[in-house]
């Protein structure tokens, strides 16, 4: 059985951890490995290695550090395949679309390589005689990320590029259900020239969590997962005194126009809500099909989701893989059923669905329910899962008042012909992300990724500018030269 190690100090290490977790392959049901769950100590000894590290790396040069992320933005290149294939083996979705999760995330390492322009301060000349005023950012010292299962790679690439090229040094916690790729990203940075230390993997659950969230040395933390673990980690690590972001899940809403190409809309839907098996923070798991629209929307979809081919992710023939885990498959079950009981109308049943030859793994196929009002379960849940529902409305602004009131706010869409119901919409809704005519508006990285309301906890957006801003701390210097007398009364410009 081969075991999954933390990497500590610029190698593999077992530290001290003891317990261990397998890992599966989602798409047989068997387990593929073991990953040690870190103790306290062992985030101890990451920590003391990162601050080890930063007393160097805090003070290297702009161009080394650009030229590290440049030799890492290569190896991610030459090892995109290898990459794609580790997460798919863990995570389950198919390797174009784990390929799609490396360069979303390599962007961001592109955006770290012009880390000079983003750092940039600024200047004043003579603000009073003989005065001059700049600012300029600085690292905060030891920075950890801890990231969910469903982006093993991009996610935590939202996040240590920046805070490494700002001159800090990184713990990363992944998600311990795909702990794989966090290792040879560690192995690519290595390589790329990064000095020891820099870059650290703690494998781990939540007691890895509560120590990162605890140490006295972490100056801030990343997370990306649920918001009910979202709320905890920004709760736990404020009161400790650190600055932190936090991503929490989502419910995203696309509605659809009358005057929009349905054939269009539906196709994009489609994909959306059941790429990745539904387990995107993006994905669209709620369609609002405003006014006349409905009926032949829904008569789409039952057909495009009917024809989605569910297989391994290593079959280049499958459009989507399995879930997670067989309890990840039981609550997508159990939501199916339970909007069936409260009253919606199940269009496509993906229960029961048995792929050929892979009886043990973890398939659920595509559902498609109707008639979803937001009092029922499957509209007030994040399923996290390959369902998509349908909800009626009669007019945009009944589709807005609709998203408003839904306590997520991360990714919407609109599919619509008309330029004026796209400006109200993206002007009115209390979204962070919006799409139109564009199901999952995932920001450039030289943007920043975020929702509002409980799918942002804390004020802090990630990577791009906000993730510059959110791992350096700004210094104003007031400069006279050459000395005059020094005044008694209060300075004052003249
Ligand atoms: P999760 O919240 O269960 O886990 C996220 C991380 O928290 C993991 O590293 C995990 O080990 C740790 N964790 C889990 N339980 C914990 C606990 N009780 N105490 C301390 N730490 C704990 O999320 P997940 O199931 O891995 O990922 C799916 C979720 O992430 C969904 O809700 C999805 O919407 C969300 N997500 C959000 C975004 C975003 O950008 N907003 C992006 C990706 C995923």
Known sequence: MNTIEHWINGVATPAGSTRTAPVYNPATGRQRAEVLLAEASDVDTAVAAAGKAFESWGNSS???????????????????????????????KVVDDARGEVVRGREVVEYACGIA?????????????????????????????????????????????????????????????????????????????LPEGVFNVVHGDKTAVDAILDHPDIAAVSFVGSTPIAKYVHQRGTAAGKRVQALGGAKNHAVVLPDADLEYAADHLTAAAFGSAGQRCMAISVGVAVGSAGDKLVEILERKAREVKVGPGSDPASDMGP???????????????????QGATVVVDGRGLQVEGHEEGFFIGPSLVDNVTPEMDAYREEIFGPVLVIVRAETVDDAIAIINANPYGN????????????????REVKVGMIGVNVPVPVPMSYYSFGGWKDSLIGDSPIHGPEGVRFYTRAKVVTTRWPHTEAAFTFPTST
């Open 323 to 341: 879930v997670i885990s067989p309890a990840a498959r039981e609550r997508v079950a159990a939501a199916v059923a339970g909007s069936g009981t």
């Open 117 to 193: 322009d983003a750092l940039k301060g600024s200047f004043s000349d003579q603000v009073s005689r003989d005065v001059d005023v700049h600012n300029f950012r600085q690292p905060l010292g030891v920075v950890a990320g801890i990231t969910p299962f469903n982006f093993p790679i991009m996610v935590p690439l939202w996040m240590h590029p920046i805070a490494i090229a700002t001159g800090n040094t990184f713990l990363l916690k992944p998600s311990e259900r795909d702990p794989s790729a966090s290792n040879l990203v560690a192995e690519l940075y290595a390589e790329a020239g």
């Open 411 to 426: 990714g919407t869409a609109i599919f619509t012909a008309s330029g004026e119901a796209a400006r109200k919409f993206q």
């Open 62 to 92: 702009l161009s080394q550090r650009t030229k590290v992320m440049f030799a890492f933005r290569e190896l991610l290149v030459q090892h995109e395949d290898e990459l794609a294939r580790l997460i798919s083996g863990e995570h389950g």
